[in-house]
């Protein structure tokens, strides 16, 4: 059994449906990131039990361990785009702080009343970003498991803040904890906030798409199943205590991945006049954007055997595919709030 959170998110949920001949506890306080419809496979399924609620919530995360005894905690949930952070910083250390806290002292407290094998396999495993590193030049080296932390944004110094909190139970209270610290995401179920779900949204709706300052900020983008992939693998397979970064092995800047989005548009749904690159539109950079992020994923082959699977060429023509062919669940998270919210960003 695994008590997951956050498993109505993105992420989160390619996760819980990849893993959905386990037995499931997916708690999400269904945000507006987070969407119930991404798990609609799983409504029927025993295993899989969902409950909206928050990791800030003690008492129900304590009822969560006492009642479903759960043999490990995988920690998704967190509010996650730099932006929002920027516009409302303590949504932010509310949730990725003190609800990374609340989750931990918790699994302290059950961990801690296990005997046996059952406390021996006991695992936390927090999802982080590569984000806690700051940002690269274009000639250093990528980000390694010991690169210093220098967050640029309040999202990443919260999420650094939570990766402390863990290392500090481990060193502390012995709990049997993971990191895992990953590069950017993409692929099916993500909210069009991010750059790559933004830009599809805009360019079928034949609006601009907007790209932060010369476009020249570079990014690793890795396909959401091998992320989850690499999670499970960790999960089975990590040393305790260790932190574990998590690449797809492809840095593009973000004006070549735009671009490579409207080639792929040009051919699967052609426009009617004009190709889909005429949309695009420089906006004023974000403050403190960081240039470059990279990941060395060598400690993942070598220590645990995992590699990606997918080229970024495969997992984008399959993410296009993917939103082509669900417009239904891209209208339903469109709300009027969402617009709104995306006009005064990009105003």
């Known amino acids: 059994m695994l008590l997951v959170t956050g498993g109505a998110g993105f992420i989160g949920s390619n996760f819980v449906l990849g893993q959905a001949e386990r037995g499931i506890v997916n708690l999400d306080a269904l945000t507006y990131a987070g969407n ?9 399924q025993s295993l899989h039990h969902f409950v909206h609620g928050s990791i800030n919530d003690e008492s129900l995360v304590n009822q969560l361990f006492e009642q479903h005894k759960p043999s490990a905690i995988v920690h998704f949930a967190a509010e996650s785009h730099v932006d929002r952070s920027i516009k409302t910083p303590r949504d932010f250390m509310e949730t990725n702080v003190l609800g990374t806290f609340t989750l931990l002292e918790a699994a ?28 690269l030049s274009p000639s250093d080296p990528a980000f390694r498991e010991t690169t210093p932390y220098a967050p640029n944004s309040p999202y990443s110094a919260s999420k650094a803040a939570s990766d402390h909190l863990v290392r500090a139970y481990f060193h502390t209270y012995g709990l049997p904890v993971l990191t895992t610290n990953c590069s950017n995401n993409y692929g099916p179920y993500q909210f069009p906030e991010k750059l790559i779900p933004l830009i599809l949204h805009n360019a079928l709706n034949d609006k601009p798409l907007p790209i932060y300052g010369d476009g020249q900020q570079v990014r690793d983008w890795l396909y959401v199943t091998d992320h989850c992939d690499a999670i499970a693998t960790v999960l089975e397979k990590g040393e305790l205590g260790e932190v574990y970064n998590i690449g797809g092995n492809n840095e593009l ?17 052609p426009r009617a006049t004009g190709n889909y690159a005429d949309l695009i539109t420089y906006v004023t950079d974000r403050p403190g954007h960081d240039r470059r992020y990279a990941i060395d994923a060598s400690k993942m082959k070598n220590q645990l055997g995992w ?21 239904a669940w891209v209208e339903g998270v469109t709300s009027g709030t969402y617009r709104e919210w995306i006009e005064g960003q990009y105003d």
């Open 108 to 135: 302290r407290h059950y961990w801690g009343k296990l005997e046996g094998a059952e406390k021996q396999n006991f695992r936390f495993l927090h999802v982080s970003t590569d984000e806690v590193y700051g940002s």
């Open 307 to 327: 590699s990606p699977r997918e080229t970024f060429e495969t997992g984008m023509r399959k993410t296009v595919e993917w939103y082509l062919n669900n417009s």
């Open 36 to 44: 119930p419809t991404n798990l609609e496979t799983l409504k029927n």
């Open 253 to 269: 800047a973000n004006i070549d991945v735009v671009h490579h989005i409207c080639a792929l548009l040009d051919e699967l749904r």
